[in-house]
């Protein structure tokens, strides 16, 4: 079965600074899709950004940003101008074109500073 | 919007007893899911089914069943719960086979066995 690996079970920003969170997976496929997901105290699961495999442009959804680089099986979830209600959870997630299922990373934490 | 509802938010069962934990989506998934998710380890597929009466082990079936009658709704079954069972479940559905979707995820069930 694929592996999703967070390699920083918690991370720390200032409020309107730039934070990387980390992802990697080990796969033989070649389709496959990423997601990064936000869990905030509520446990409510959000989906944030996600990303195909076959596409090389990194996926954008307003502050947030990935790199993705295929070959190096890496998965980076960028925010930009955090803000408070950020603090949450996140989590990488692979979800396999072959047989449908999803596998996720351990988590990080994510604490926005005033 | 996509509801995903788990029948319990909170359970306290004692061990030895046969806990069921329900599942109902709103959307016509084909596939539905069950994590338990506990600190550092994140979230792991217990379960998973992509229609009606079939399943499949995720990579940790151990002490858990599944029943999958209808395609709306989807049972996680403990046949006899023990402590280390005490974590929070998740349920999720998808579409299958569509391109780039996403799970949807319920509000979890934090579940303590005594």
């Known amino acids: 079965a694929q592996t999703v690996t967070q390699s920083q079970p918690e991370m720390s920003v200032q409020e309107a600074e730039t934070v990387t969170l980390s992802c990697t997976y080990d796969?033989?496929?070649?389709?496959?899709?990423l997601f990064w997901y936000k869990q905030p105290p509520s446990r409510q699961m959000i989906l944030v950004i996600r990303?195909?495999?076959?596409?090389?442009q990194n996926a954008t959804e307003n502050r947030f940003s990935v790199n993705f680089q295929k070959a190096a099986k890496s998965f980076s979830l960028k925010i930009s101008d955090s803000q408070l209600g950020d603090a949450a959870m996140y989590f990488c997630?692979?979800?396999?074109?072959?047989?449908?299922?999803?596998?996720f990373g351990a988590g990080t934490r994510l604490t926005v500073k005033p | 919007d996509v509801k995903v509802t788990q029948s319990s938010r909170y359970l306290v069962k004692r061990t030895g007893e046969k806990v069921f934990l329900e599942c109902v989506q709103d959307?016509?998934?084909?596939?539905m899911f069950w994590y338990r998710q506990d600190p550092g380890l994140g979230l792991r597929l217990i379960y998973f089914?992509?229609?009606?009466?079939?399943?499949e082990k995720g990579d940790i079936p151990e002490g858990y069943s599944v029943s999958r009658e209808k395609k709306e709704r989807f049972s996680l079954i403990l046949e006899s719960a023990s402590t280390n069972q005490t974590s929070m479940y998740l349920c999720?559905?998808?579409?299958?086979?569509?391109?780039?979707?996403?799970?949807?995820f319920g509000q979890g069930t934090r579940l303590t066995v005594v």
């Open positions: 999720a559905s998808s579409f299958m086979l569509r391109e780039n979707t996403e799970a949807f």
């Open positions: 796969t033989s496929e070649s389709d496959y899709y």
């Open positions: 990303q195909e495999a076959y596409k090389q």
């Open positions: 997630a692979y979800r396999s074109a072959k047989n449908n299922d999803m596998r």
């Open positions: 959307m016509d998934h084909e596939n």
């Open positions: 089914s992509y229609d009606v009466k079939m399943k």
